[in-house]
């Protein structure tokens, strides 16, 4: 038809056939993959040590001030523990027989007297002057726990217990009692007064045979002990 506007099949043919485009991505390497894994890896476990010494922080601190901030000449009459002994997951058992999570005991300061049920009269003096400690720390006593750790089944002398209304008398095995609590050299495990601080660890003894003139000194070592953690340490668990 005249006019009539047509495509021209000859030009179509003229042109080329042309393959479909298509845009591939390079695949990383395996090396690459493997190096940036590693790389979170250390990041992330840089961050998680950051985030620990910031809340061990406090902590460090008062025993960094404790132990090497001191005024010329000062000493320690207890005997500081190098290295801390931490305390072992045990049960033990309360003078009734029930279980009790050693672990419970941490959150306080402890002070601790280890003996026979039978409670032998250096065994009685330690409990009279464990008692008498707690007292005479006045305001921050509610931050100091008395525990008796009773080393075998001898039944406790019923004249004793209205005495221990107020302390921790638990049952522990001797083996696990050894494994974390020590006396000094050529002493017994009854013989001192013990201190654990607040995160289970044993860290200070007390040496053998308290009598009126060494528990005033034994005083003075818990006051600089208490002040020293007031930043981060309440009473109560």
């Known amino acids: 038809m005249s006019g009539s506007k047509l495509s021209n099949p000859a030009a179509k043919k003229d042109q080329p056939d042309s393959p479909l485009a298509?845009?591939?991505?390079?695949?990383?390497?395996?090396?690459?993959?493997?190096?940036?894994?590693?790389q979170r890896t250390r990041m992330g476990r840089w961050k998680m040590l950051a985030m620990l010494l910031i809340c061990a922080s406090p902590v460090i601190a008062s025993y960094f001030t404790y132990y090497v901030v001191r005024p010329e000449g000062r000493r320690n009459y207890?005997?500081?523990?190098?290295?801390?002994?931490?305390?072992?997951?045990?049960?033990?058992?309360?003078?009734?027989?029930?279980?009790?999570?050693?672990?419970?005991?941490?959150?306080?300061?402890?002070?601790?007297?280890?003996?026979?049920?039978?409670?032998?009269?250096?065994?009685?003096?330690?409990?009279?002057?464990?008692r008498q400690l707690r007292e005479i720390m006045g305001r921050e006593k509610d931050r100091l726990d008395r525990v008796w750790l009773v080393s075998d089944d001898v039944p406790v002398p019923e004249n004793l217990l209205p005495a221990l209304n107020m302390a921790h008398v638990l049952r522990l095995d001797l083996p696990t009692l050894q494994s974390w609590i020590a006396p000094a050299a050529g002493q017994q495990l009854q013989d001192h007064l013990y201190v654990i601080d607040p995160m289970g660890n044993f860290m200070m003894r007390f040496p053998a045979h308290m009598d009126v003139a060494s528990a005033s000194k034994a005083k003075r070592?818990?006051?600089?002990?208490?002040k020293a953690s007031s930043s981060w340490d309440q009473a109560g668990r």
């Open 22 to 38: 298509m845009t591939v991505h390079d695949m990383p390497l395996v090396g690459d993959v493997v190096q940036a894994d590693a």
């Open 78 to 130: 207890g005997e500081l523990i190098q290295p801390q002994k931490d305390m072992p997951h045990a049960v033990a058992k309360s003078l009734q027989g029930d279980p009790v999570q050693l672990q419970s005991l941490k959150g306080q300061w402890l002070l601790v007297t280890v003996s026979s049920g039978a409670c032998a009269e250096a065994c009685q003096q330690n409990l009279y002057f464990q």
């Open 221 to 226: 070592d818990l006051d600089r002990l208490l």
